[in-house]
Structures are given as C-alpha cells and as structure tokens.
C-alpha cells in the first residue's frame, strides 16, 4: 500500500487533527527507527501512520484495534502491517514478535509524552523541549497520565536500549523534524512585549 493511500483512510476514519498529529508523530519516528536499522521505511512508516486510525469509530480498548483489522484489510493492508498494528495493544494478546513490532510498542506513548511536554513549554515549541525536561515531567504522575510510562520502558526493554540516553532522544530528534506539521514549532511571540 502507498502512503497516500494509508493517509487517505487516516482522513476517512480521523477528524482530531491532533490524532492525526499522533499518528505522523509515530510515522516519522518509525521511519527514523527503520533508517538505523536498515529496515524499509516505507513500511515502517505506514504501520506507524495507520496504527491508531480506528480510534474514533472503536474509543475503546474492548475494540481498538481488533475491530479495526477487517477495515485494513478491506482496503487492501498487508496482513504483516495489520498483526504489527494489532501487536502494539497489550491487551490483543497478539505478541511482538518482529523488531517492527516492538518499535511501535516502544514509540507509540513516548511521542504522546514529548508532545505534552513541548505545549507546557511557555514557547510552546519541541526544540525547547530536552531528555532532562521530559524526565522531570515523567516523574510526575500527574502529568500526561495517559501516557503510560510502563509501557515505554517495557518498549524499551524488548529493544535493549537505554530510555534516557538513547531512545527519548531519539523520539525526540524524529518529531523535531516535522515540528511545524506536528504544530509544535512554537510561538515566535513569545518574550516579546
């Protein structure tokens, strides 16, 4: 499947834009994974792009994503994209099993964390925002809780990499290069009376 394609049923199934946002957040921080691989980005890409486009019509855990795999696969989704897609749910039972796999799992929640702690900022911009600043924020609970952080240090366990040193750096530098279609370049107003 072309990624136009992918982005067309994204459009067709998702109205938040900032859904949206989350979902090209994953895409490129996948496809940056797959360049240090040596891994295809084009298919890396599109499992992170399509990885939440049942979310509006299945809001809930009981049907996301399982009931959005026979979507994907009416519109022509390779099942390999479709079991890693399903893959990043704990609770579909189906297990990581491929380094793609275990990717997604890994980037999905961080790339959510990142964004929150880049709209805290007083600038409101992602190149404000450092390793050290998200680990401040992770500390507290409070802040961003649905991002589970359980989840990305397992993540980060299945890939045997550090969270702080390589992979939240990481996620961070993929994201940073599409600040402005993310909405999260800043305000250029900012300090100025």
């Not at 855990?61 to 079991?83: Q, S, T, Y």
């Not at 890939?159 to 961070?172: A, C, N, T």
Request: charge should be negative.
């Amino acid at each position: 499947m072309k990624r136009e394609e992918a982005m067309g049923i994204v459009r067709e199934f998702i109205k938040n834009e900032n859904l949206i946002k989350h979902m090209r957040a994953v895409e490129v921080v996948m496809r940056a994974y797959a360049r240090k691989y040596g891994e295809d980005e084009d298919s890396w890409g599109l499992v992170g792009l399509l990885h939440d486009f049942d979310w509006e019509i299945h809001p809930n855990l009981d049907e996301h994503p399982a009931k959005g795999a026979p979507i994907l696969r009416e519109r022509g989704v390779d099942e390999e994209d479709i079991r890693s897609i399903l893959s990043h749910a704990e609770h579909t039972g189906i297990p990581r099993a491929t380094l793609r796999d275990k990717v997604l799992f890994a980037v999905d929640e961080l790339t959510g964390l990142v964004t929150a702690v880049a709209l805290v900022r007083p600038s409101k911009s992602i190149f404000d925002v450092t390793a050290q600043s998200i680990k401040k924020k992770w500390k507290d609970r409070a802040f961003a809780a649905g991002a589970n952080r359980e989840e990305i240090e397992q993540g980060c366990r299945e890939l045997d990499i550090d969270l702080w040193s390589e992979h939240v750096p990481f996620v961070l530098q993929a994201m940073q290069s599409i600040a402005s279609e993310l909405g999260l370049e800043g305000q250029s107003d900012v300090g100025k009376s």
